[in-house]
């Protein structure tokens, strides 16, 4: 073959090459569909809209967020499957849905009753732990973008709530999807009666349960606060969220991505704690203007919720909290109650 005939040669095979690369580039992107359960119109909401664009910018289009919104994506039992069968690759979950694919009760354990009790307590148990839970959730199939301290659950009752007595004289409607609460709380002797959430004034108003207990803003976003009119101030437990992916779509993005679009998420991580909290006061205000009561509960009437529950602790662990985890949560708390 003469030298200009092996050029030409070179030449195509170069260009067929070479040429459908663009091609391929375009066809190589991501989509990431993320259920929330979260309605659009909140900070939670917003925050997920701007990580959406954010990750867009930071492949240049190569991976695309696709947020559904409202719950439109079915309960968190039904988004739970669709994660793990690919349907959709991301999604926020409760304390009780990463609980769920976790089940050595490590998740769980952070909502033990009266176990964390303020704000600061949860930032040196999460920043002890959060290591130790996302390798549990990654062992699980899973892996965490984000977390959320998404407030505070509370006693929201008809009539004024201090001590445990004052519950236990009423009918305290629960979850069923939340059955390490309802263990802990059936265990301490509780009047309980399973209520699904759509239900609760309902419930509240035909007078088959006098008191539940929820997040601030559920309550005040549900229009409980009408019935129930009496918050007792002591925290039961933290409200926890997180944004986990499946494994299979988190090794589906390119390698070069992956640190960009992790700390955009942590970074609206951050920026939601603080969003929360506020929401959860403002919550809390509006509903005073409209006949909450808040019941403050005195250091000495507190000391009698945490002894009610600590009498019961030893027969909730290892069947609805992780023993192991328990343990090591109350000597690092203990030691920080204790001070310097």
Known sequence: ?????????????????????????QRRKITIKLASLVPEK??????????????????????????????????????L?????????????SSFGLNSITPGHEVMTLSCPFLIRNNAELD???????????????????????WSKAGWVRF???????VPDDLKRQKLGVNEQEPALMDAFKAMGYRMV??????????????MIDAVYQSPVNVGGLQIFGVAKHMASINIAPFMGGIVMNQ????????????????IAKRLEAELDTSIQQLEGEAIATMQ?????INRVSPEQEQLWYADVNRVIPSLLGATFNRELYGRLETLLKAYRSGP
Not at 6 to 13: D, G, K, Q
Not at 126 to 131: A, I, N, S
Request: proline letters at 6%.
């Open 1 to 25: 073959m003469k030298p200009i005939g092996r050029l030409v040669v070179v030449c195509i095979v170069l260009g067929a090459i070479l040429l459908p690369l663009p091609t391929f580039a």
């Open 42 to 79: 909140t900070p939670w909401g917003a925050a997920l809209n701007r990580m959406a664009q954010e990750w867009a910018d930071a492949t240049n289009g190569e991976v695309e967020l696709i947020i559904y919104h409202n719950g439109i994506a079915g309960s968190e039992g039904d988004v």
């Open 81 to 93: 499957r669709k994660l793990k069968g690919n349907q959709i690759q991301a999604a926020i979950l």
């Open 124 to 146: 040196l148990v999460l920043h002890d732990l959060k290591p130790l839970l996302e390798e549990r959730i990654n062992q699980a199939g899973f892996f965490t973008l984000a």
């Open 156 to 162: 929201f009752s008809k009539a004024p709530v201090f």
């Open 194 to 207: 399973p209520v699904a959430m759509n239900q609760v004034l309902v419930y509240l108003n035909g007078g």
């Open 248 to 263: 299979a779509a988190w090794r589906s993005i390119p390698e070069r991505h992956k640190p960009g679009l992790l700390g």
């Open 289 to 293: 203007k409209y006949g909450l009561v």
